[in-house]
């Protein structure tokens, strides 16, 4: 079933662009995160049209601010709390300024985010390496490779951390979904700010990866 078929269908003939208000009921889930919007928490909904007709797309008004912000402002601007079946006042919703903030912090995290593969020093001696079992010492390297994970009906990649010694292994592994090829290439191009002469040596440590 597609996201516009599973929007929730509204009996009302013309209904409005945005809509901001407390979820009905806990049956409708996030478009963006997946998760169930719980019974009154507040969501945005977003008009479209379906097979069936008009109905609202709905997301966390968290999760709308995150990743469509503009779309967030634009309901602010007609006050679409207004539009809720049972209406809400301006002091039932968080400022806008509030939202936006959410948006910033979510963009910074994706540009602070790294791509996979990797190499960092551990910042404690409490993570373990996730094919050895064994502990990573503070301050040494690690490698950071994408183990899939199933959630529900969807397959997601996940950061696992291992010992240098321990990638070859980990790369054959069936749940691993990073690429042998070019192994070397993408951890030097991934791993920012960490000195060459790291890079370097995790890279020796590693050894063929064929």
Known sequence: MSDIESADQEPELELPAFVIEAARSGRAKCKSCRKAIPKDDLRLGVMVEGPFGAGHMWYHLTCA???LFDKVQEAYEIE??????????VDDVP???????????????KVDKKEL??????PSGRSKCKHCDEFIEKGKARVVVGREVEFGQQTRTTPINVHPACVADALAAEDCN???DGFA????????????AVIDAVI???GSLY
Request: proline share 8%; no cysteine.
């Open 178 to 180: 990073t690429e042998p």
């Open 204 to 206: 020796e440590e590693i």
């Open 80 to 89: 679409a709390w207004k539009l809720a079946k049972v209406p809400l006042s």
């Open 95 to 109: 400022p806008l300024a509030e939202l936006e903030s959410l948006r910033e912090e979510a963009e910074k995290k």
């Open 65 to 67: 601010a995150k990743r």
């Open 185 to 196: 290439k993408a951890l030097r191009a991934n791993s920012k700010g960490v000195d060459a």
């Open 117 to 122: 593969p990797h190499t960092e020093l551990a």
